[in-house]
Nanobody
Framework: QVQLVESGGGLVQAGGSLRLSCAAS????????MGWFRQAPKKEREFVGG????????YYADSVKGRFTISRDNAKNTIYLQMNSLKPEDTAVYYC????????????????????WGQGTQVTVSS
């Protein structure tokens, strides 16, 4: 099993920045890709971006491309989501997820392909 714990959410004004962290523990050697998802009220959980656990390649949803950056620190078993130029529509609960599914990053954009999930952290962007 893998355990994921997110941190770093909060309230920020539009145009501001936040950095989320996701610390992984347990059988992390089974991970192939880590992803960030978000879920706004009354909406489905949607893919934000993903990063290869070993190689570091990244892939982003069009809605965040150029504003959000995912990085990793393998020594700390932690991934990060740097969010810049935040918009009110970015308001959501953000979830860290991990998968052992072996597929290209561009394929790993659906909730059902991820084995492990964190508890979520709230990000609120005020206008």
């Amino acid at each position: 099993q893998v355990q994921l714990v997110e941190s770093g959410g909060g309230l920020v004004q539009a145009g501001g920045s936040l950095r989320l962290s996701c610390a992984a523990s347990g059988r992390t050697f089974t991970l192939y890709t880590m992803g960030w998802f978000r879920q706004a009220p009354k909406k489905e959980r949607e893919f934000v971006g993903g990063i290869s656990w070993s190689g570091g390649g990244t892939y982003y949803a069009d809605s965040v491309k150029g504003r959000f950056t995912i990085s990793r620190d393998n020594a700390k078993n932690t991934i990060y989501l740097q969010m810049n130029s935040l918009k009110p529509e970015d308001t959501a609960v953000y979830y860290c997820a991990g998968t052992s599914h072996f597929s290209p990053l561009a394929v790993l954009t659906t909730v059902s392909l991820y084995n492990y999930w964190g508890q979520g952290t709230q990000v609120t962007v005020s206008s």
